[in-house]
């Protein structure tokens, strides 16, 4: 099939994601393949904006599949948010005579991207725009996966193994707050993987006395002298709920905010792989003349959706992973 | 619903993998929960042969989530291979009243399940058996995934990245040969991951000269100075292909085999999840009077299927992979 | 030479580092090859006073060099500072036949062990003590190093670099908090070690204008557009000193505190390898009937010190690896 | 003082070691602040005949600290052990107007510096060389420690931990080759640090009989069912010893053999810093006016040394070393 793209240029948004080197490089390399020409567009739309970016040949990618955050760095744009800010970045990409976009990054991101593409529609020209799920809060509703997750729930492990460590030598509780503001699968993944005394989420109203105290209290009795409560930044914030413990329960806990660490670090495995398929499936949808795309993982595969139609999915969160995770904690009698 | 089984073993069988100790925890915790008492089978099969046990409480798994290898240790075992040792097996099951067992392993060890689970049929007693999928090769047909695997990938890709520092300091090309001796999924995933030069696997029939030189002669017309071949153990060996290496291109590769390194580790984040509720539907699988299973993921959901049916089926080996691989990895022009 | 010495206690003290538990390992291991029994006692000198205690053998402390953390568990205990309190502590002695103790932690750990010494000689009695110096702040006067700084140090430039990735991206100030209440050794160390923009110490008075602001215009315009503040806990607090940044610089930096996690994690080979020798040196010592010693290194080698004097001991703060500090991270132009 | 040292060359030669580019960044950005210009010479003295160079600015060094290998390339140089290749190299630093050159790197590195400068003196040029000692087999005569060998034993360590984890569970026997082809510096103290039941090192006259048979028969005796015994490569084959163990213990042994991965990796906190510190010293004595110097440290301090007394002197292996080790894997009983 002859490709009718020529150009594309391809960008990373919003918040980084640990895996965003490796699909930018999957995005050059399957480019260069495929005869298409590759532009790095630097600091997400307002680069686009403000004419901020690179040519990219297969060698400018080198390098970078094992390294975090992102070699185009990314920011998060207001003006791109304006009709006249996509004006500005309009104007940029019918300089460099962009035939498609391959947007790395989030919701927000790819909202943009959309806007991006019918504004550009409206002045007669045409910009194929591609979405690639990049977050580590896992939280776009049309993708099980989004680069980046894994990364961080390896990382977020690492960290409270580490904090077991001290807690168990000092016999103390342990309150440690992950990232996931409107999300809880990083704190509800993370704490079936650490095996948390207790897990608060967004997705589920916390009650104090039955999710954290009767947790503690029957770790206790059950013979544990320490505790482990993972705490999503969207159900509460850490210093609090360890202030609440120890009023209630009378010890008195160390409370962690793991922070910007999580979205760092070398990317997994996993992260590496996804990002390089999603970053070829990207291209290859738009060589095959499939524009306005979002590339998901549905059941286990990589998947091209309808931009339109993805933006308006939702993704059920997985209660049974909490009757999981209160199962394994209840250490029994 | 009341559960008719009292009493279950739990074993890990066959070569060790990161998150067996998981999974056995996920057994031991939810079995508790279910008001089921746990045994813990020692060395595999040759520990129900042998009455090599211990009882195991809630506490019991208490700190192991984390820890590699298996608590309850590994074997194979020939004996129970024949008649006559299943039989000796089957006077521990009853002696020790054990209504079910659940088996973690691939599918040496499902298929020991099976036969034990017939002959003690045919005495008149009934003994329901469930296989949890654990095997850092990921070779086994009927789950999509199984336990250890992503850790040995996440292991592999560090010992890698290391390699590749010191490959690059000296311009010179790198053999690795990884495990998988009938498999190549964990040297596809990992050569994906790193950016290999090139990827040998069972699965493809290896043309040395297409495969191997003229990708590491594509490689340094493009301007690279160091390369690195990833084997599978099932392709070749690493010692033969760097002799090979060195005789038709000229250069001199270092050799490395990453061997059992690859089986141990601290199991990732998604290894320790996956093992937890694997261990917990295998258990809700007897407690509902579902026996004879293997618990799977399929299109990335954890499901229980009949165990016969699930030995009899196959994997296609993704296929696709291997072009994504090649298109990210040839830099272009 | 025959050891007078029959039979041994050894505890950890005060906050946990780790190599904690490679230390009790050596001291074990060192006392059974040298005929002398050994006998845990937990949770530091509360552990004495309430008799709890465990007896050990060779392969009590099997499988623990890699662990962090210490499996005597540790505690601060305010009864062993008054005479009473010792006064049941030694009861304990002189219950168990004790005629040496080895304390594993910090300043206050020697000097309770002193303070219990002389207590047991007014007595008529005779309990020889020995130190061995472990605290991740590395802050003992008597020893260049103690056991778990290094793990500390490392353990905090490998979450600095993941935050590096991120801040590199979103081209952001980081401003992070390690430990050290009373020394800036760790911080300096780390700051050194990551390149940091700034570090700010208890030793040294902290000028504002000087220290932070003005090394992070120069970065600035050398051409960087990120920048790492490292802080020791007893120089300030980060987030005052993001908010002050915010107020005299404009940006908008983003904080960490590292905490807890710093006490953590599986020792370095640097811990595991010094607190086996220490461990060995003060059973040696006890052993070759030299008491009240505290192990120290001093000029790279390990020796055993009176300990009254060793607690007399000052450490001079290298001032020195400011000025390098300083050099390294001044871009230049 | 006002420096005379206008321009010098840095690089790095002889195998990599992690740690060198921190050594490199502290040159560079020492000579930035002396008012001194750097230029690079890439794949060591052979880039100094080859005029293969880069000129090196503050920021050219930015984002290397925690990277391993060498931005600078390495390689050995048969042509500059002649007089003629020499020669070339000496019209280079003619040409660049080098006044001082510093090598990181091994003995050889020195010894080649040395070389150098006195044929540069009998043209009546003048050129100072100074060495920073880099190797992660830290087998240099004149300094108790060499770049890179913290990062390669915690490289060691962490890999046998994981191979620990499966032997144990398959109760196997493992042997396992470190790197040392004249120096068992790393395989004792990775020996020590990781528990092994036996270490072969090529400063001790090996009785297999006495240091390997035995001490697994001890240790089987004691209880233990698995087994590490560490051989550096120039104490013997891990094959051969595998074999041997297989043929005069009746157990089949696990060999690794963990080669170039030892050589990589992020240097960890120790190389970082005292490659810093050393890469400031060098420049500070090329400043000050002191010439043909190697820094080195010595009773854990940072010196420099006449280059050509310190290329006489030899370390003595501390054997005491060998008997913490026997006394601590000696389980008694």
Chains 1, 2, 3, 4 share one sequence.
């Not at 000092?170 to 897990?199: D, F, K, N, P, Q």
């Not at 206790?220 to 993972?230: N, P, Q, W």
């Not at 930044?233 to 806990?253: L, M, N, T, Y």
């Not at 990589?302 to 993704?315: F, G, S």
Request: negative net charge; proline residues 2%; contains cysteine.
């Amino acid at each position: 099939m002859s490709s009718q793209v020529k150009r594309i240029g391809v960008l990373t948004s919003g918040g980084d994601a640990p895996g965003m080197n490796a699909a930018v490089r999957g995005v050059v390399r399957t480019a260069v393949n495929q005869g298409i020409e590759c532009v790095g567009i630097r600091r997400g739309w307002s680069g686009l904006i403000n004419s901020d970016f690179v040519q990219l040949s297969g060698s400018s990618v080198s390098h970078i599949i094992d390294k975090g955050g992102t070699m185009l760095y990314t920011a998060r744009s207001l003006e791109f948010m304006q009709h006249e800010g996509r004006e500005k970045a309009i104007a940029t990409c019918k300089l460099l005579g962009l035939d498609g976009i391959v947007a790395i990054g989030g919701d927000g991101t790819f909202r943009g991207a959309l806007a991006l593409s019918r504004q550009i529609a409206e002045s007669g020209h045409k910009l194929e725009v591609v979405g690639i799920p990049a977050t580590i809060d896992n939280d776009i509703g049309c993708s099980h996966y989004t680069i980046g997750f894994d990364t961080a729930c390896n990382t977020a492990i690492e960290c409270i193994d580490k904090l077991r460590d001290t807690m168990q030598s000092h016999e103390r509780c342990s309150v440690v707050e992950v990232m996931g503001r409107h999300a809880g699968y990083l704190a509800l993944y993370v704490g079936i993987a650490v095996g948390a005394t207790a897990v608060l989420i967004p997705e589920r109203t916390v009650d104090f006395e039955r999710d954290v105290v009767e947790k503690i209290r029957r770790a206790r009795l059950a013979g544990s002298t320490h505790y482990m409560v993972v705490v999503a930044e969207g159900a509460g914030s850490a210093i609090e709920i360890g202030k609440r413990i120890h009023e209630e329960v009378g010890i008195d806990p160390r409370v962690t905010v793991l922070g910007h660490i999580q979205r760092g670090g070398s990317p997994s495995a996993r992260d590496r792989e996804t990002a390089s398929r999603m970053g070829y499936e990207a291209v290859m949808a738009l060589a095959q003349g499939r524009g306005n795309r979002i590339i998901a993982t549905r059941d286990g595969r990589i998947v091209d959706l309808d931009m339109e139609e993805a933006l308006a999915m939702t993704k059920e969160f997985d209660m049974d992973r909490y009757d999981v995770l209160e199962a394994l904690t209840n250490i029994g009698n």
